[in-house]
């Protein structure tokens, strides 16, 4: 039998009490992840500890999270953390919600960086967003150098957020693209905006996530082209450069590659889902198997 939302007080409130108004709002198995994120328990162990109480300020704040979930706004934001990488990273409105091809794009960049580059490689993240990307290359090597710039104050903000969490030293800047930018990097690594205004977008997407952070001129290759027709500028002379990308966008991000860069080296690369999400670019490298 469900308990309704009127009929629940906010004390002596079991985990299975929650659940069950939970259900109400929610597939089960999110609104599992929901109430284990909020008690800092394992979603899998609930089960073992249905009787357990709550506290107050956890059980209001649960509550707080299904009425904003149910007014159409993402477990991300009603929650303030998603989870990226094995770190939990703080994310509102004024940034968009980390996504797992971004990982996959963190996991090849990490591949490539260890494979190529010393520990104390000079990175720049561009279009840092809440910082996901710089910031977890960050934690899994303390000795990079990593550089954080978006050109949105609220996002400068959301990364600073992230990077006393995380407790990492890192440069945040925030700039236009280049525009405050005036060192040189090894790497550059970008997951610009890049959905086109002809793109189908989710309405929850659409109505909570900052379109500043989606939409790109040019069929969505707006930043791309800005990115590539300058970089070089602020590369050092061996170099990579890592770029999520659309699904539908490699061949056009390659064509602006190769008007824009001489002698470089291209690898495109799918995610899990066999989509292409990935371009990573090489200057004065030399790939091995």
Same mark, same amino acid.
Do not use: W
């Given at each position: 039998m469900k308990i309704?939302?009127?009929?629940?007080?906010?004390?002596?409130? *079991?985990?299975?009490d929650l659940l069950c108004l939970g259900n109400q709002v929610l597939h089960k198995d999110q609104?599992?992840?929901?109430?284990?994120?909020?008690?800092?328990?394992?979603?899998?162990?609930?089960?073992?500890?249905l009787n357990d109480l709550v506290t107050e300020e956890k059980v209001l704040k649960y509550k707080e999270c299904l009425e904003s979930i149910k007014k159409g706004e993402p477990i991300q934001y009603a929650l303030g953390k998603t989870n990226f990488y094995g770190f939990d990273f703080y994310v509102d409105k004024r940034v968009l919600i980390p996504r797992f091809e971004t990982e996959e794009l963190v996991y090849n960049a990490?591949?490539?960086?260890?494979?190529?580059?010393?520990?104390?490689? $000079?990175?720049?993240?561009?279009?840092?967003?809440?910082?996901?990307?710089?910031?977890?290359?960050?934690?899994?090597?303390?000795n990079f150098d990593l550089t954080l710039s978006d050109v949105s104050h609220d996002a400068i903000d959301v990364i600073n957020i992230n990077s006393k969490n995380?407790?990492?030293?890192?440069?945040?800047?925030?700039?236009?693209?280049?525009?405050?930018?005036?060192? $040189?990097f090894d790497v550059i690594?970008?997951?610009?905006?890049?959905?086109?205004?002809?793109?189908?977008?989710?309405?929850?997407?659409? $109505?909570?996530?900052?379109?500043?952070?989606?939409?790109?001129?040019?069929?969505?290759?707006?930043?791309?082209? *800005?990115?590539? $027709?300058?970089?070089?500028?602020?590369?050092?002379?061996?170099?990579?450069i890592a770029f999520e990308i659309g699904n539908k966008q490699k061949d056009k991000i390659i064509s602006l590659i190769n008007k824009y860069l001489k002698n470089v080296k291209?690898?495109?690369?799918?995610?899990?889902?066999? *989509?292409?999400?990935?371009?990573?670019?090489?200057?004065?490298?030399?790939?091995?198997?």
């Open positions: 309704k939302k009127e009929n629940l007080r906010v004390n002596n409130l *079991r985990i299975e609104n599992k992840l929901l109430l284990a994120s909020i008690i800092d328990k394992n979603p899998l162990e609930l089960n073992l500890h990490k591949n490539y960086l260890d494979k190529y580059f010393s520990n104390d490689v $000079k990175i720049l993240d561009l279009c840092s967003g809440s910082g996901c990307i710089g910031l977890t290359l960050k934690k899994l090597n303390n995380l407790e990492v030293d890192v440069k945040i800047i925030e700039s236009d693209l280049f525009q405050n930018i005036s060192s $040189k690594i970008s997951n610009p905006p890049y959905v086109s205004e002809s793109d189908e977008v989710s309405d929850i997407v659409l $109505k909570n996530e900052p379109h500043l952070a989606l939409y790109a001129n040019n069929d969505g290759l707006e930043f791309y082209e *800005r990115i590539l $027709k300058s970089c070089e500028n602020y590369l050092n002379d061996r170099y990579l291209i690898i495109a690369k799918k995610d899990m889902q066999e *989509r292409d999400r990935m371009i990573f670019i090489f200057k004065n490298i030399d790939l091995v198997e």
